[in-house]
């Protein structure tokens, strides 16, 4: 039991610093990023109570941090994706949905989960959604410019990007959800 305790104490003082650090570049604050680190130091204690010993303690701690840290996005307060009316016609559905860049690390790095995942989502739509998304919502494009490019009526083209936002906001909730946005 001595050695076991001067293990967890050899690698307490080994990777405290190290680990603090990865917690507070991904949360804000400095008391819950404190809570975690101890949370992880916690479940360090328990799993040597566990009769199966840690290979890599270093990797384990660090993929500790960041489930506790997922955890913590998670117990905030569920908030839906905002609705936005499609027939506003002008109403950009992802400077709504996305988090500032500018508003933390932790908004920074929601924003690239939320951006890669949205690329994947925009893959599973079909063409002429995918095509009235881009153009509308990222390359800016009006929907009466886009009638006038393709000969598309202007509420054919609305209800294809409501169709699309209708997908994406379903894709896209899991994860909105997982970092509490």
């Known amino acids: 039991m001595a050695t076991q305790d001067k293990h967890i104490s050899d690698t307490v003082l080994r990777?405290?610093?190290?680990?603090?650090?990865?917690?507070?570049?991904?949360v804000a604050d400095q008391s819950e990023a404190e809570?975690?680190?101890?949370?992880?130091?916690?479940?360090?204690?328990?799993?040597?109570?566990?009769?199966?010993?840690i290979e890599q303690v270093g990797a384990w701690l660090f993929r500790v941090a960041r489930n506790?840290?997922?955890?913590?996005?998670?117990?905030?307060?569920?908030?839906?994706?905002?609705?936005?009316?499609?027939?506003?016609?002008?109403?950009?559905?992802?400077?709504?949905?996305?988090?500032?860049?500018?508003?933390?690390?932790?908004?920074?790095y929601a924003r690239a989960v939320l951006l890669e995942e949205l690329h994947d989502a925009l893959d599973?739509?079909?063409?002429?959604q995918r095509e009235v998304f881009i153009a509308h919502e990222l390359e800016g494009l009006s929907f009466k410019e886009l009638a006038?490019?393709?000969?598309?009526?202007?509420?054919?083209?609305?209800?294809?990007?409501?169709?699309?936002?209708?997908?994406?906001?379903?894709?896209?909730?899991?994860i909105y959800n997982e970092f509490n946005l």
Not at 35 to 53: K, M, S
Not at 82 to 97: I, K, M, N
Request: aromatic fraction near 8%; hydrophobic fraction near 40%.
């Open 124 to 128: 599973e739509l079909p063409l002429e």
């Open 35 to 53: 809570d975690i680190l101890q949370d992880v130091f916690y479940e360090l204690v328990e799993a040597y109570r566990l009769p199966e010993p």
């Open 148 to 174: 006038a490019l393709s000969g598309v009526g202007v509420n054919t083209l609305l209800a294809r990007k409501r169709y699309a936002v209708l997908h994406l906001r379903t894709h896209l909730q899991a």
């Open 68 to 108: 506790r840290i997922i955890d913590r996005f998670r117990k905030k307060r569920e908030q839906p994706l905002p609705e936005t009316e499609a027939d506003s016609g002008d109403e950009y559905w992802l400077e709504q949905v996305l988090p500032a860049s500018d508003a933390g690390p932790e908004a920074a």
């Open 15 to 26: 990777e405290q610093a190290r680990l603090g650090n990865f917690i507070r570049q991904r």
